[in-house]
């Protein structure tokens, strides 16, 4: 009986494992303060809708009047938007203050785990109400009945006003910006988002690959990438384990069934006789396919994309392993025999765990260098 005992055991395990993976998942589910809002998840945690253990340390938002709410030591702020693959968050004022200029002003970012994406240098002048020279858009609401107020990047404006008696100068500040102006601003309200990152967790790699990250455990910060309830599986080797090894599993698993309901035909009929001994013969043993060696993987050229993401084959634009749109700057990797591209990342651990194209399924070898030429 010990076969029942242990098939037993096997769905209990499985059952439990599957049910604890689902209840770690359904806590740090990913919430958010209203329709159009921002979906937070980590490394952010949403308070009062989800635990604390499912964010970073100092990545706490909330909801205020259906707006996701960032408090800087400089004052809250409304989350505009987050993109997690990027590692940016760009915020605006909190209403009712409604006045983002002032807040930049005493902009303070140094006890928070953000930075500045871009930082964009502006000078404020106060100037005389009747002042309208070169048609600058005021800081409406730094300015009244009695001066208005400037803010420039131009270092002619910046001449301009300086030189002017109706105007001085109000402060200098540094306006965390989306990306940096290759062109100086003649004015600007300083109305748009605030756009600012982090670097840590670093989660951007994750993240592109369809990933999401999290904690490793409960005991320390250490950040993986986990794909549902797997963790720490990156996602061209969990395809390659879906493939090879799953089939294995469940055969082995319909076999245990087999054995379990032949042995109880067994007994049932034969359970009045003496036992006897069974001579074994050999099993036809399951076979996988290993994938190739580290040398060989190596071996293929690789690809760094410029800013025209031109490639072998124009019409790959996208990592068939991760499904991921090829970006400047990123390593691509070719398979020779076939010409398919790949992110580098992506074929090196496909390679490791099966020897063929993901896409053509040719086995591919290994490059040989060149032989030299006979002088």
């Given at each position: 009986m010990d076969i029942f005992k242990?098939?037993?055991?096997?769905?209990?395990?499985?059952?439990?494992?599957?049910?604890?993976?689902?209840?770690?998942?359904?806590?740090?589910?990913?919430?958010?303060?209203?329709?159009?809002?921002?979906?937070?998840?980590?490394?952010?945690?949403?308070?009062?809708?989800?635990?604390?253990s499912c964010g970073?340390?100092?990545?706490?938002?909330?909801?205020?009047?259906?707006?996701?709410?960032?408090?800087?030591?400089?004052?809250?702020?409304?989350?505009?938007?987050?993109?997690?693959?990027?590692?940016?968050?760009?915020?605006?004022?909190?209403?009712?203050?409604?006045?983002?200029?002032?807040?930049?002003?005493?902009?303070?970012?140094?006890?928070?785990?953000?930075?500045?994406?871009?930082?964009?240098?502006?000078?404020?002048?106060?100037?005389?109400?009747?002042?309208?020279?070169?048609?600058?858009?005021?800081?409406?609401?730094?300015?009244?009945?009695?001066?208005?107020?400037?803010?420039?990047?131009?270092d002619r404006v910046f001449e301009l006003l300086l030189s002017s008696s109706s105007c001085n100068v109000f402060a200098s500040v540094q306006v965390p910006v989306e990306r940096p102006f290759y062109q100086q601003v003649m004015s600007s309200d300083l109305g748009d988002d605030l756009w600012l990152t982090w670097g840590k967790p670093r989660?951007?790699?994750?993240?592109?690959?369809?990933?999401?990250?999290?904690?490793?455990?409960?005991?320390?910060?250490?950040?993986?990438?986990?794909?549902g309830h797997e963790q720490g599986i990156p996602k061209g080797a969990r395809i390659a384990v879906i493939t090879g090894a799953g089939v294995p599993v469940m055969l082995c698993f319909v076999g245990l069934l087999l054995v379990v309901f032949a042995k109880f035909k067994s007994f049932v009929r034969n359970r009045s006789l003496p036992e006897y001994n069974s001579t074994i013969t050999p099993q036809h043993v399951l076979t996988t396919t290993t994938g190739l060696d580290t040398l060989t993987i190596e071996s293929y050229p690789k690809i760094?994309?410029?800013?025209?993401?031109?490639?072998?084959?124009?019409?790959?634009?996208t990592c068939p392993i991760c499904l991921c749109e090829y970006k400047p700057m990123e390593t691509l990797k070719t398979i020779p025999e076939c010409m398919h591209c790949f992110h580098a990342d992506c074929i090196d651990e496909w390679l490791q765990l099966s020897a063929s194209c993901p896409i053509c399924r040719n086995s591919p070898g290994r490059l040989l260098p060149p032989e030299p030429q006979d002088s």
């Open positions: 242990t098939l037993f055991f096997f769905i209990l395990f499985s059952s439990s494992s599957l049910s604890t993976a689902t209840t770690v998942e359904k806590i740090c589910k990913s919430a958010a303060c209203g329709h159009n809002e921002p979906i937070i998840r980590f490394p952010f945690q949403l308070k009062n809708h989800q635990p604390k970073y340390p100092g990545f706490t938002l909330s909801c205020g009047a259906n707006q996701t709410i960032l408090e800087l030591p400089s004052g809250k702020f409304v989350v505009r938007g987050i993109d997690y693959s990027t590692q940016e968050i760009w915020i605006n004022d909190y209403y009712p203050n409604n006045c983002l200029p002032k807040k930049i002003l005493s902009l303070n970012l140094s006890n928070s785990p953000f930075t500045a994406s871009y930082n964009q240098p502006f000078t404020l002048f106060n100037c005389s109400f009747h002042y309208y020279g070169y048609n600058l858009i005021p800081v409406a609401c730094l300015s009244d009945q009695n001066y208005t107020v400037f803010a420039t990047s131009s989660c951007t790699k994750c993240e592109r690959r369809g990933a999401r990250c999290g904690f490793m455990s409960n005991s320390s910060l250490e950040v993986g990438c986990s794909y760094v994309l410029g800013e025209s993401r031109r490639l072998p084959k124009p019409d790959d634009n």
